[in-house]
């Protein structure tokens, strides 16, 4: 099923809802294949796609821009009862949360402005990403700079006024705005205050609100 891809070489990452891991094929082409981790609980008999990959895949699709990550491909895989959802991205070296971890020096400016970019397409698109935060935002080392996109839309919601009850746990607590702590509702002025959280940790390297 994943020849295309080639073969697993590391895992880049783990989130609340899938693992992610690096593939490359004989072409030396590299994908990121995020795979949605045991969801055989969720599964009805209809085998009903659970909802955050639909809408992932929803946003994915709608979303064209440089700093906004793009669909390559997904698929789905059956082993026995075991059902896995698999969106294929583009790979990504790391995640900008490791990038101000380590301690490597950066740009802030342009990273700031390549997020900035990213999240005024996607105001124009009508898409509230519900969870920015550096550890959902890749990051490709291209030459000596540092390529920035957007990723992880499992919670997004196109269109900014809510389709579904908007939760008070959208966003990690960290990049959540004052209206969602309120229990108020949120638009896409949330997504703009996350991004100030994360221009305050680009600049000093340590996390704005590290709330409990
Ligand atoms: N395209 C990619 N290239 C490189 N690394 C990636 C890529 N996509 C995701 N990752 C890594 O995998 C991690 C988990 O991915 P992602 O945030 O999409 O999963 P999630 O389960 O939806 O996360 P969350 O816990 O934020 O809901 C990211 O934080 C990042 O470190
Ligand atoms: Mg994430």
């Avoid at 690096?22 to 796609?49: P, S």
């Avoid at 030459?143 to 746990?169: R, V, Y």
């Avoid at 990690?172 to 991004?195: C, H, M, N, S, V």
Wanted: charged share 20%.
């Amino acid at each position: 099923m994943t020849s295309r891809f080639g073969s697993k070489q590391k895992k880049l990452g783990v989130g609340t809802y899938g693992t992610v891991k690096l593939y490359k094929n004989n072409a030396g082409e590299k994908f990121a294949i995020k795979t949605a981790k045991n969801i055989t609980d969720q599964l009805d008999t209809y085998n009903i796609i659970p909802d955050d990959i639909v809408v992932e895949i929803a946003t994915l699709g709608r979303l064209k821009h440089p700093n906004v990550i793009n669909l390559i491909d997904f698929f789905i895989n059956y082993d026995g009862n075991q059902v896995s959802y698999n969106l294929v991205l583009p790979a990504g070296d790391y995640d900008l949360g490791m990038l101000i971890e380590s301690g490597k020096t950066y740009d802030t400016w342009s990273i700031a402005h390549q997020i900035a970019l990213g999240l005024n397409y996607m105001l124009n698109e009508n898409v509230l990403s519900g969870d920015i935060k550096p550890h959902n935002i890749i990051v490709f080392e291209n030459g000596g700079n540092h390529l920035i996109k957007l990723a992880d839309f499992g919670i997004s919601q196109i269109g900014f006024c809510c389709q579904k009850p908007h939760t008070k746990t959208a966003y990690t607590l960290w990049y959540r705005a004052p209206e969602i702590l309120l229990g108020d509702q949120y638009d896409e002025k949330a997504d703009a205050w996350a991004f100030g959280c994360i221009l305050s940790e680009l600049y000093y390297k340590r996390v704005l609100l590290r709330g409990k």
